[in-house]
């Protein structure tokens, strides 16, 4: 699935409810994260990016891209 990056950086500072309701993000899954850790995360694998949110609010705070040279992964 095509994730709009842009819309996504224009979405730092906002809860994760809002973004799911914005339809960017493809996954029922909630992020998650060990107790006690103030961040919580979701790996969207397959769109091959990582989000990071703050454990109060929910609140993304970094999104992290992962660039594969496909040539070397076949």
Do not use: V, W
Not at 11 to 18: G, R, T, V
Not at 37 to 46: A, N, Q, Y
Request: net charge negative; glycine share 6%; proline share 5%.
């Amino acid at each position: 699935m095509a994730i709009n990056i842009e819309a996504l950086i224009n979405c730092l500072d906002k809860s994760y409810q809002e973004i799911f309701d914005e339809g960017l993000i493809p996954y029922k899954t909630k992020p998650t994260g060990y107790p006690g850790d103030p961040d919580i995360t979701l790996d969207m694998i397959k769109e091959e990016m990582y989000l990071a949110f703050k454990r109060e609010g929910k609140i993304l705070f970094a999104i992290e891209l992962i660039f594969l040279d496909q040539k070397k992964t076949h």
